[in-house]
């Protein structure tokens, strides 16, 4: 091939197509929605039950957080408290496993009276609630231990150091008692055991 013919070949090279998201051509109108199709999505809306399994999928939900969350979609033929009714016997929504979960989800950075607070916040029967507090305040003080040793890691030298430790361990939501043990030294406790 020489290359006169090589030039000639890329001068005639066909045009090549132009891509695009949609399937208009550039330069093409949008087409007209016709007027009996809503704009936003053409999907069927999905049943109370539907939406509720779909949320449930992704976690635990109390049954007053599953309630609040489904309020919205509360249509007039619809009855929120049968749907909830149905979901716990169906074993889908329980209010034990949902404790369950929280504990087990924040117990690692917590302290008891911070999960105390938030399990109460989902109004909880007061029995689960106090079997998880039970739960929590056995392993409070190997908790608040792990919490100070990964952000500090040695006890402070000044009290303004022993002061922040003690802000930041108090945030976090133990009790002065633990948080007392962990300045005062908790190495000589595990050191005894």
């Known amino acids: 091939m020489s290359p006169a013919s090589a030039s000639a070949d890329f001068s005639e090279a066909p045009t090549e197509a132009t891509y695009t998201r949609s399937r208009r051509r550039p330069g093409e109108a949008k087409p007209d929605q016709s007027a009996d199709q809503p704009s936003k999505s053409r999907r069927p809306t999905r ?7 779909g949320y449930l999928s992704r976690r635990e939900y109390s049954r007053a957080e599953l ?6 979609y509360v ?7 049968t749907v909830l009714d149905l979901l716990e016997a169906e074993n889908w929504l329980s ?4 404790a369950e979960s929280l504990v087990h989800r924040r117990a690692s950075r917590l302290g008891t009276s911070r999960i105390l607070g938030e399990l109460k916040q989902h109004a909880l029967n007061p029995v689960l609630v106090e079997e998880a507090t039970a739960q929590l305040r056995e392993t409070e003080l190997a908790r608040a231990h792990a919490v100070w040793s990964k952000k500090f890691g040695q006890l402070p030298g000044t009290p303004a150091e022993r002061a922040k430790q003690a ?3 108090a945030s976090r939501g133990f009790s002065g008692a633990t948080i007392g043990k962990i300045l005062k030294g908790v190495e000589e406790l595990w050191e005894g055991d």
């Open 75 to 81: 249509e007039e033929n619809d009855s929120l408290d």
């Open 67 to 72: 309630a609040r969350k489904l309020k919205p």
């Open 95 to 98: 209010d034990s496993r949902f």
């Open 47 to 53: 049943s109370l039950k539907g939406r509720a399994l």
């Open 167 to 169: 802000r930041f361990l």
